[in-house]
């Protein structure tokens, strides 16, 4: 079964760059079928898909995140990663990577990042 684990700065300064790394585990991101997602939920707010990089590497970003959202991947660390660029405050969240294959989702158990100076 495929485990995630979220990793990166619980502290980001407004105007910076918020970086996550999602590691995976019990299973390949280049594997045909899987779809690796970052999502995140502010605090009393409801879930939010940011993006996703598929196993071929192509990625896509929520419209609303676009211009400051990319998602990348190291294929011989088995990992993917969000960049966040100009976070403000209204960034604060828990961030989860995620994956879905056919009609299974696997998540991590998420880190919380705030913005604040």
């Known amino acids: 079964q495929v485990q995630l684990q979220e990793s990166g700065p619980g502290l980001v300064k407004p105007s910076q760059t918020l970086s996550l790394t999602c590691t995976v585990s019990?299973?390949?991101?280049?594997?045909?079928?899987?779809?690796w997602s970052w999502i995140r939920q502010p605090p009393g707010k409801g879930l939010e898909w940011m993006g996703l990089?598929?196993?071929?590497?192509?990625?896509y970003i929520s419209p609303s995140l676009k211009s400051r959202t990319s998602i990348s991947r190291d294929t011989s660390k088995n990992q993917f990663s969000l960049q966040l660029t100009s976070v403000t405050t209204e960034d604060t969240a828990v961030y989860y990577c995620?994956?879905?294959?056919?009609?299974?989702?696997?998540g991590g158990q998420g880190t919380q990042v705030t913005v604040s100076s």
């Open positions: 995620n994956a879905h294959r056919g009609g299974n989702d696997y």
């Open positions: 019990g299973g390949s991101i280049t594997t045909n079928g899987y779809a």
């Open positions: 990089i598929a196993a071929d590497g192509s990625t």
